[in-house]
């Protein structure tokens, strides 16, 4: 049995991990920005972006069980949008968000898992942040950079006996599209239909994540369409790019041009 945090876990994918976890028998502290009263889901209210937040979850852990064996920095928003068109407001909200709120939930519990010698962390990053689509580039940057965080966290915790992991999911069925903000609306009718149609859902995810954990996977793709096109970069770069500049020039078309 492990003790698990997860956060963003009131719907989506977090909610599909919590009892994912659950169902195995592990113990989850499920966290989200909404309060407890407002979500029989919601164990613990905790803003990602909020110091003070962190350092109550801190103490809840450490009350509750005295140690922490996952860490699941799963919440985050959905955002983008072509360079020309997305502000520094969109900006600077997806990058306090999906990659500081990251960073400041590994800063916590570093100290506790060092201490305890053991331990693993999770950041739910995106395909985005190994193959990066034309008119994402706010969101590809900060996925970008949480997997850069955990592959950094993977070396500098491995004498202490902490693993990191980062999860690379493509389009699935959640909803986090209600998130979504920004200028690019032709972006963001276009990233609506591929989730919308997508096989997958956030269960399927978390079912693949699990399995990822138990294999002790550092980087976990958990659906063939994420497999498939870091697959393609790898092994064939300009079919990739041919690929990804389609995707450009049909972005181009449906938004029109800027300026």
């Known amino acids: 049995m492990s003790r698990v945090l997860v956060t963003g876990a009131v719907s989506g994918l977090g909610a599909a991990l919590t009892a994912a976890f659950r169902a195995r028998g592990d113990e989850v502290l499920a966290t989200d920005r909404v309060s407890t009263g407002s979500s029989d889901r919601v164990d613990l209210q905790l ?4 110091d003070d937040d962190w350092a109550a979850a801190l ?17 985050g928003v959905a955002g983008g ?14 990058l306090e968000i999906n990659l500081l709120g990251v960073v400041r939930g590994c800063r916590t519990f570093t100290p506790m898992l060092k201490r305890q010698r053991s331990g693993r962390i999770v950041n739910v990053a995106s395909l985005a942040g190994l193959v990066h689509p034309a008119g994402m580039a706010s969101y590809n940057a900060v996925k970008a950079g949480v997997v850069a965080l955990t ?21 699935f069925r959640t909803n986090l599209m209600d998130s979504l903000r920004g200028a690019d609306e ?8 591929l989730v919308e149609r997508s096989p997958w859902t956030a269960d399927d995810i978390a079912a693949a994540v699990l399995a990822g954990l138990d294999a002790g996977d550092e980087v976990i ?3 063939p369409a994420a497999r498939a096109a870091y697959e393609l970069k790898l092994r064939d770069r300009p079919a990739y790019d041919v690929q990804m500049r389609h995707q450009a020039a049909r972005l181009e078309e449906l938004g029109g041009p800027v300026g």
Not at 151 to 171: D, Q
Not at 186 to 193: D, K, N, P
């Open 81 to 94: 949008g072509r360079i020309d068109v997305a502000g520094l407001d969109e900006w600077e909200w997806i």
């Open 47 to 50: 803003d990602i972006t909020s």
């Open 151 to 171: 592959e950094t966290l993977g070396h500098e915790l491995s004498p202490y006996g902490v693993r990191a992991s980062v999860v690379c999911p493509s389009y």
């Open 186 to 193: 032709a972006l963001g009718a276009i990233v609506t239909q």
């Open 59 to 75: 103490a809840a852990v450490e009350e509750r069980w005295g140690g922490l064996d996952v860490l699941v920095n799963n919440a």
């Open 221 to 223: 793709l958990p659906d």
